[in-house]
């Protein structure tokens, strides 16, 4: 960015830092994984999409024309009339319930484990293998199905050492009482999980900003230190950990009280976070 731009509009010049660090440390994660194609391509699309989405809801029972959306874009018409075809069609549209779709298996873990809880130790073990059978009734009331495989989800699971196979007796375990891909070296699990929690600090930003000042902010923080000597990283890691799990045990707790038994497809998802940091 030009220097003179920096003077002129300090704003301007510390947003656009502030996404390039974060999108930047995105982009190492992509990288090897999604090619800058495929990349910028999302990229359009959603944008396209989210732009058009705010002109609407700033102008209430009004069209958004293509001159307005090229303006608020900087893309020319006849990018933009490509884009809204492609969306139409429905290959540009992504599923709004992100952390429900991306993360099945969390939420199969945790009605299992309310199972155990509720029920006795016998229902840690559950028969699969056909419709009928006690794993598959449990997906079905847990979560929508849609795209999903049971085979899938159960070879998920086994490779977060959620639950233990026995393919001779047709049988699993719940081994864990709730899921935590990074239990294991399965990278898409590492990796859904790691952009769901990106994608839900987005979100929480996003409702803050919109509130404004009268407006219900949702809890938002960080706490750090700029004094921590590098030759005591370990033990400053192990405590915050420990701190951290912590905390984790008493959100699930706090938690159970308040869910539904069974899945519905009008249920939301609402929690809270949490994870720990170094600026490097």
Do not use: C
């Not at 510390?14 to 994660?29: D, T």
């Not at 307005?68 to 540009?92: C, N, P, S, W, Y």
């Not at 086994?158 to 935590?180: A, K, P």
């Not at 070296?185 to 979100?203: H, M, Q, R, T, V």
């Amino acid at each position: 960015m030009p220097s003179g731009t920096r003077q002129g509009n300090p704003g301007a010049a510390i947003l656009a830092q502030a996404v390039e660090n974060v999108m930047r440390r995105l982009i190492r994660l992509l990288v090897g994984r999604m090619s800058l194609v495929r990349l910028q391509e999302m990229i359009r699309s959603i944008f396209v999409e989210e732009t058009e989405r705010k002109l609407r809801a700033e102008n209430p029972g009004h069209n958004v024309t293509l001159t307005q959306l090229a303006l608020a874009t900087g893309l020319d018409t006849r990018t933009v009339v490509r884009i809204r075809k492609q969306t139409a069609k429905g290959t540009g549209r992504r599923d709004e319930q992100f952390l429900r779709e991306l993360t099945p298996e969390s939420a199969i873990v945790e009605a299992w484990a309310q199972r155990v809880q509720d029920s006795g130790e016998e229902q840690a073990v559950l028969d699969y293998g056909d419709e009928k059978a006690g794993f598959e009734s449990l997906v079905r009331k847990t979560i929508a199905t849609r795209g999903i495989t049971t085979s899938s989800i159960i070879q998920r699971l086994v490779d977060t050492r959620s639950i233990e196979r026995d393919r001779e007796h047709g049988r699993l375990r719940l081994l864990v009482d709730h899921f935590s891909p990074y239990l294991s070296d399965d990278e898409p699990s590492i990796l859904n999980a790691a952009f769901s929690a990106i994608s839900n600090l987005a979100g929480t930003v996003e409702h803050n900003l919109d509130a404004g000042l009268e407006g219900e902010k949702l809890f938002q923080r960080q706490s750090w230190t700029f004094r921590l000597d590098a030759e005591d990283r370990a033990g400053f890691r192990a405590d915050m950990r420990e701190m951290l799990e912590e905390y984790e045990a008493r959100a699930r707790n706090t938690i159970k009280p308040w869910e539904q038994t069974d899945y519905d497809p009008q249920l939301m998802t609402a929690g809270v976070g949490f994870y720990y940091f170094e600026d490097r």
